[in-house]
């Protein structure tokens, strides 16, 4: 399978506890981003990567999520102290032009 | 910023029959992109049609065609021919060549009746 993967496909978390996710992009895809989404809402940016630079990162996005790209090949997404307003579908998708996603990372926080 | 509007929360269609969806979008940009995902009950999203806006002529692709009005910023998807399996959440996204952003909508629930 050649498309975007994400690692957890489902995480339950104690709130104050720290959870990170893994993407793996498509190989050649030089752009890679994060987005969270809430039932029946519309994705919402968080951050993206252009290679391993993090080119911009959400207003909305509080200092208690960090992502990386370390030479710019998969991405980690890290929560800290997570809350349960942080509960939600993180998706994951790399691009040339149009974006291919993955099937995102269901977190629930409890 | 670029802004994606999608006025029509849920739209519902009979079975083979033809549902056109609506979107707007703001910007400032002249070199851009317009998609539309589709998002099944299972969550992954899917491309659907992708629209250069260099391009005058309309996307098409199978049952699923645009009508791309750039002086109005309005980028509409027709959906012919309607089927079961076209039941989920459309969403239009609207991409920048110069930062490269992916902007969505809210997006629109297809219902489609048997």
């Known amino acids: 399978d050649t498309g975007v993967s994400q690692d957890p496909r489902h995480k339950i978390t104690k709130r104050g506890q720290n959870v990170t996710f893994r993407c793996d992009p498509i190989?050649?895809?030089?752009?890679l981003y994060w987005y969270r989404q809430t039932l029946g809402q519309g994705p919402e940016f968080l951050t993206y990567f252009q290679n391993e630079a993090q080119l911009e990162k959400s207003r909305l996005l509080s200092d208690r999520f960090s992502a990386e790209r370390p030479k710019g090949s998969f991405s980690t997404l890290e929560i800290q102290r997570t809350e349960q307003g942080d509960s939600a579908m993180y998706l994951c998708?790399?691009?040339?032009?149009?974006?291919?996603f993955g099937q995102g990372t269901r977190l629930t926080v409890v | 910023a670029q802004t994606v509007t999608q006025s029509q929360p849920e739209m519902s269609v009979q079975e083979a029959e033809t549902v056109t969806l609506s979107c707007t979008y703001d910007t400032s940009e002249s070199d851009y992109y317009l998609f539309w995902y589709k998002q099944p009950p299972s969550r992954q999203m899917i491309l659907v049609i992708r629209q250069e806006a260099y391009k005058q002529q309309n996307a098409t692709e199978n049952r699923f065609s645009v009508n791309f009005q750039k002086a109005a910023k309005s980028f509409s998807l027709k959906i012919s021919d309607s089927q079961l399996g076209d039941a989920a959440m459309y969403f239009c996204?609207?991409?920048?060549?110069?930062?490269?952003?992916?902007?969505f909508g809210a997006g629109t629930t297809v219902t489609v009746r048997a």
């Open positions: 996204a609207w991409w920048g060549a110069n930062d490269y952003k992916l902007s």
């Open positions: 998708a790399s691009s040339l032009v149009e974006a291919f």
């Open positions: 190989s050649e895809h030089n752009r």
